[in-house]
């Protein structure tokens, strides 16, 4: 299944985005997903993860500001992202993951194109 993320722009700080990562195929029986980020000139960072059973996982710097859902009838993974700083600029990625225990990661080391959010005013 190939994903591709959309949904990127220009904000300014304290609006939102809801970005999208649509699967080429059914994510129906992949357990987890997630959203990784990447400022310039910064390592690449896991924003937020969900399995299909409920367990998330957040950074601590987007929690209860970012929600990750899902729509499997969709083939599609979301990003809401609200009062966006512009500490949240970075081309962001939607990846298949992997979650063990108390560990997330990415199932493959491919990341696609990602779709770049700009916060600023």
């Known amino acids: 299944v190939q994903l591709q993320a959309s949904g990127g722009g220009l904000v300014q700080p304290g609006g939102s985005l809801r970005l999208s990562c649509t699967a080429s195929?059914?994510?129906?029986?992949?357990?987890?997903m997630g959203w990784y980020r990447q400022g310039s000139g910064k390592p690449r960072e896991l924003v937020a993860a969900?399995?299909?059973?409920?367990?998330?996982n957040y950074l601590d710097s987007v929690k209860g500001r970012f929600t990750i859902s899902r729509d499997n009838a969709k083939n599609t993974v979301y990003l809401q992202m609200n009062d966006l700083k512009p500490e949240d600029t970075a081309v962001y990625y939607c990846?298949?993951?992997?979650?063990?225990?108390?560990?997330?990661?990415?199932?493959?080391?491919?990341w696609g194109q990602g779709t770049l959010v700009t916060v600023s005013s």
């Open positions: 195929g059914s994510i129906f029986s992949i357990n987890a």
């Open positions: 990846t298949e993951m992997v979650h063990f225990g108390a560990s997330w990661y990415p199932k493959y080391d491919y």
């Open positions: 969900a399995t299909s059973g409920g367990d998330t």
